[in-house]
């Protein structure tokens, strides 16, 4: 039994002393966690547009009066192109998806038409006549965009929206005239303007271009499609009404879309640094 004890103790002792002549180093190294910062942009924006529009009226017919009374098309009717403003408020949901509702408005868009038939200079005809017209228009509509990502700070998109228009046709004057003699004419006749609300829904195309961290330029196509409505009242002696079969408006835009709280970073605590044993 000694002899066991005395083998232990001397065991004990070597292992000892082999510790302290050789001791091993235990080495800290210093971890520090960093944190990105994280941008605090609301969601919200402010657009600002201008545009310049191909006008296509889909058409125009009217009530033609006196004793052979029934409803005929306009052989011809153009509008002419004209420039838009808009304005709008929106709201970027997530990094694809965002809203906006938008109130522009069309400028004066010129209006010519003609009819044939008989007229009070010759009412056998052939007499053909001139329609002079113009039309302003409000749009107020709620739109929905994708983006598809943003490559060298241009993010292309496409959208899609619905909502209303305010036609303003101003007062139409209709000269009819013989058609081989343009200086033997009938009195001009002057028909009232209608105003009238109609349905509308747009497809847009286009990209945004980052200028700055809360900026963006916007550059775009919009198609809008305006349903039928009325457009000129009955004349003095009974002539008219006329109505238009509606709009298709091709429109090329540029805006510039301000971003709220775009530039700002969410504020965090600097963390303290973690020492971490390392054992060689």
């Not at 409803?71 to 990094?95: T, W």
């Not at 938008?102 to 868009?109: G, I, N, R």
């Not at 001139?130 to 302003?136: H, P």
């Not at 835009?253 to 530039?263: D, E, H, I, P, T």
Request: with cysteine.
């Amino acid at each position: 039994m000694k002899s066991v004890l005395s083998s232990i103790a001397v065991l004990l002792a070597t292992t000892g002393a082999s510790l302290a002549a050789d001791p091993t180093p235990v080495a800290y190294e210093t971890v520090v966690e960093t944190v990105s910062p994280v941008s605090q942009s609301s969601g919200w924006y402010l657009r600002g547009d201008a545009g310049y529009s191909a006008n296509k009226i889909r058409g125009a017919h009217f009530f033609q009066g006196g004793s052979a009374a029934f409803d005929r098309d306009f052989d011809s009717a153009k509008m002419k192109s004209s420039f838009g403003l808009g304005g709008g408020v929106g709201y970027q949901i997530n990094e694809v998806l965002r809203t906006d509702a938008t109130l522009d408005y069309l400028f004066k868009s010129d209006f010519r038409g003609s009819t044939t038939g008989g007229c009070g200079v010759l009412p056998n005809g052939p007499c053909t006549s001139r329609d002079i017209s113009s039309m302003t228009a409000w749009s107020l509509m709620a739109n929905a965009y994708v983006d598809f990502g943003t490559w060298y700070s241009i993010t292309p998109y496409v959208g899609a929206g619905i909502g209303g228009t305010r036609i303003n046709w101003k007062g139409l004057t209709n000269t009819s005239c013989e058609t081989g003699n343009p200086l033997n004419c009938d009195a001009s006749v002057d028909h009232g303007g209608k105003k009238s609300w109609r349905f509308t829904y747009a497809l847009m195309a286009g990209a945004s271009v980052d200028l700055r961290c809360d900026l963006k330029a916007d550059i775009g196509y919009r198609y809008r499609r305006v349903t039928k409505g009325d457009m000129f009242a009955y004349d003095r002696v009974g002539g008219g009404p006329g109505f238009d079969r509606g709009f298709n408006i091709h429109e090329g835009r540029v805006g510039l879309r301000y971003l709220f709280n775009a530039c700002e970073y969410q504020a965090y605590a600097e963390p303290l640094p973690v020492e971490m044993p390392v054992y060689k």
